[in-house]
């Protein structure tokens, strides 16, 4: 859904919808069945010693796990256009957003294992990934991921470069202030920002109709005076054009977009969250966006058995090199909890 | 409560929801509301099966706007009406703490005393179990810093429910702060003191009078909520090593029941203080002011504090329990005091 008030996407500088080619499309393939993998192995991972019974803080991966499986096509889509001299500020679900946009899968498994070799030495945890390299941030309050985005795009405008921030938020985080405070404020500067709406009907047991007043959060991009378009149907490739038109723009120095798209939470809110609420869990499974997506390729002629099962066994291979990576690394010495609290503990 | 009172073994929760609904059958001003509250029944299980009792006029699932709600909570108490509001885990006050501590707080001085803010804003507290920095915190002498709000932190089920009830009838604004491991949940480590009998009948207890958790002669150790548990497991252990510890669940931060930390430190001479917010500027340093202020001499050994070292709670495992307050600092604490 394109917002009336708002200049159509279509026309925005930078161009119209993109062709896109086979390669990007397998690539887009690829790069969702390894989100899968990890996702698949982090749900393996955090369950395998939790019992008897379910005990959160029991185990190799304790806390809270937020899985993305499901939503891979909107990192898919959006981060196709990003370098990783680009920032991403991820929400509290960050996995996907942080393997498409090219993070060491290594480390970043080390941290989730709570490693001294992970991204944060074991201090931040799965909802706390920081990795400079690739600019990439997430948070577990939600909305808050919003704000730093500016300040990233800030910067990257004040230096001449044509670098970008995209932040990212739940449907249900778009009704906290922080995130209208940032759309306008994004807007007001021109800020070369992409915010990025991940839809999936539900903010753990509420579901959207309950929480928000309009039908599409592309609606309220209007209210500051920047395109807004809703990407319907979970479609890695309309995510991918849409988010072509945005990051585009943004280049270019015309400032924000926003752009919502309507994914799916495929599992519990969290690891062990029993759904009790949830009432779609019956046709979830058919709405799978890999098996659809694999299903195109496929009829396209890009994709045969082949190169399905070698996609996903290298896929399979890269996570399981990390998993045993995170595994192997050692847990940080308690000697050591208080380093980091002020700068120059880095060493 | 008579002696004769029906009771019936409850989980902290449990207790805690009992409470809250004999007061929303008592008193149709009563509402709760707050994120997942409804069909989830809190993400904690503090208010699970009130939505099939009362319905969703009176529990009611909110945006994830904690501004808005909380200062609508605010608004309908000023209007007379009795919410209690949850904040989903207490590390989120960041995003609505002008409306807690700008205007829960303060309309009633501001007032004059014109204005009544008779609202309770529930919230989850600590960690334990590996949910980061900004999902473990305790914060409560940060709330207990700010003036105009009382600060309540059960540490069972009996004080559970008493409390939210005096919490609902008070006419000021009353933060109830439940810590996760206290609370009996199936998915939690639980400590064996998170279910017992609880009375049926609505009780309250009083706001600002602490609990002798455990009598004892030589050392003192005050305390609140999960520390608590800890507390007494060590003393256990302790008493048959002939060191006999006082415990003191204090129960309340705001009123802080001053008396009982004097009149037992009068007694035993020797003082530990066990928190697990953070040590510098909070209620550690509070509690040995409560003393000191009173009479230094009291105190036959230097204190011991046994809190948070002022560090980000720590994801890892390892590093987490090195900071948190538990069995072992506590021990080392009370053995140290005991021996000076
Ligand atoms: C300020 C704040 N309030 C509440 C929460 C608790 N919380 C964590 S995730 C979540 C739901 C988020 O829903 P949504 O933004 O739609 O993202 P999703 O989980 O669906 O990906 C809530 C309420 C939080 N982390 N921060």
Redesign the interface.
């Known amino acids: 859904m394109t917002v009336p008030t708002a200049p159509p996407p279509a026309e925005a500088p930078g161009g119209g919808p993109e062709k896109i080619d086979a390669e990007t499309r397998v690539e887009l393939y690829r790069t969702m069945v390894l989100v899968r993998a990890f996702e698949e192995a982090m749900l393996r991972e955090y369950h395998a010693d939790k019992g008897p019974?379910?005990?959160?803080?029991?185990g190799l991966v304790?806390?809270?796990m937020h899985l993305a499986a499901g939503q891979e096509p909107v990192a898919a889509g959006v981060c196709a256009h990003l370098s990783t001299d680009d920032a991403v500020t991820a929400t509290h679900r960050p996995h996907h957003f942080a393997i498409a946009h090219g993070i060491d899968l290594r480390r970043m498994t080390a941290e989730i294992f709570?490693?001294e070799t992970g991204l944060?030495r074991?201090?931040?945890?799965?909802?706390?990934l920081f990795d400079p390299q690739t600019h990439f941030s997430c948070?577990?309050?939600?909305?808050?991921g919003y704000p730093p985005a500016l300040g990233q795009a800030f910067a990257f405008q004040r230096r001449g470069t044509d670098r970008i921030a995209v932040a990212v938020t739940g449907e249900?985080?778009a009704?906290?202030?922080?995130f209208h405070e940032s759309l306008n404020l994004a807007a007001l500067w021109k800020l070369p920002v992409v915010f990025i709406v991940e839809d999936n009907d539900w903010?753990?047991?509420?579901p959207r109709s309950?929480?928000?007043s309009v039908p599409s959060n592309a609606a309220r991009a209007a209210a500051y005076d920047m395109p807004g378009e809703r990407v319907e149907d979970n479609a890695v490739e309309a995510v991918y054009a849409a988010a072509g038109r945005a990051v585009a723009r943004a280049r270019a120095g015309d400032g924000p977009s926003l752009i919502e798209v309507h994914t799916l939470r495929l599992w519990g809110h969290f690891e062990?969250d029993a759904q009790?609420?949830r009432k779609d869990i019956e046709d979830v499974p058919g709405r799978d966006p890999i098996p659809t997506y694999e299903r195109t390729l496929r009829e396209a002629g890009l994709l045969d058995d082949d190169a399905v099962s070698q996609l996903r066994a290298s896929a399979a291979a890269h996570v399981e090199d990390a998993v045993t990576f995170a595994k192997d690394s050692p847990?940080?010495?308690?000697?050591?909890?208080?380093r980091y609290?002020f700068a120059g503990g880095t060493s | 409560m008579t002696a004769t009172a029906e009771t019936h073994r409850l989980t902290t929760a449990k207790a805690m929801v009992d409470g809250i609904a004999a007061e929303m059958e008592r008193d149709p001003s009563v509402f709760y509301l707050g994120?997942?509250v409804?069909?989830?029944g809190g993400?904690f299980g503090s208010s699970t099966g009130l939505l099939d009792r009362f319905g969703a006029t009176r529990v009611i699932?909110?945006?994830?706007?904690?501004?808005a709600f909380i200062g609508l909570a605010v608004g309908a108490a000023v209007e007379g009406m009795r919410p209690i509001v949850e904040l989903m885990f207490v590390?989120?006050f960041?995003?609505c703490m002008d409306q807690i501590y700008n205007h829960m707080a303060k309309i009633s001085y501001e007032s004059g005393g014109n204005v009544r803010v008779p609202m309770v804003l529930t919230t989850a507290v600590g960690g334990?179990?590996?949910?980061?920095?900004?999902?473990s915190q305790c914060l409560w002498g940060t709330f207990a810093h700010l003036p105009g709000m009382k600060v309540v932190v059960p540490s069972n089920p009996y004080d559970a429910k008493g409390l939210m009830i005096s919490a609902i009838r008070d006419d000021s604004p009353v933060v109830y702060m439940f810590h996760k491991g206290v609370m009996g949940l199936?998915?939690?480590?639980k400590n064996r003191r998170a279910i017992d009998e609880v009375p049926d009948e609505a009780y309250t207890v009083p706001i600002g009078k602490a609990r002798i958790a455990r009598p004892g002669a030589a050392v003192t150790v005050v305390t609140v909520s999960l520390s608590v548990h800890h507390t007494l497991d060590v003393a256990e252990k302790l008493a048959g090593e002939g060191i006999d510890v006082e415990v003191i669940d204090l129960r309340s931060l705001v009123p802080l029941d001053r008396d009982a930390i004097v009149t037992s430190v009068r007694k035993t001479g020797r003082l530990v203080v066990v928190d697990e917010d953070y040590l510098s500027f909070g209620l550690s340093g509070e509690v040995v002011a409560s003393v000191t202020d009173v009479d230094p001499s009291l105190l036959r050994a230097p204190v011991a504090r046994v809190a948070v070292?002022?560090?980000?709670i720590?994801?890892?495992?390892?590093?987490e329990?090195?900071?948190l307050p538990r069995h072992d600092r506590i021990e080392a604490a009370i053995r140290d005091v005991a021996a000076a």
């Open positions: 019974g379910f005990d959160i803080g029991k304790p806390g809270e709570g490693r944060g074991g201090r931040g945890g799965h909802m706390h948070s577990g309050i939600i909305a808050e249900g985080a009704n906290q202030g922080a903010g753990i047991s509420v309950a929480s928000t062990g009790g609420y847990a940080p010495d308690p000697a050591e909890a208080l609290v | 994120e997942d409804g069909a989830y993400i699932d909110t945006p994830i706007s904690e501004t590390d989120f960041g995003v334990g179990y590996s949910d980061g920095a900004q999902h199936a998915w939690m480590a070292p002022d560090v980000p720590p994801y890892a495992h390892s590093l329990y090195a900071v």
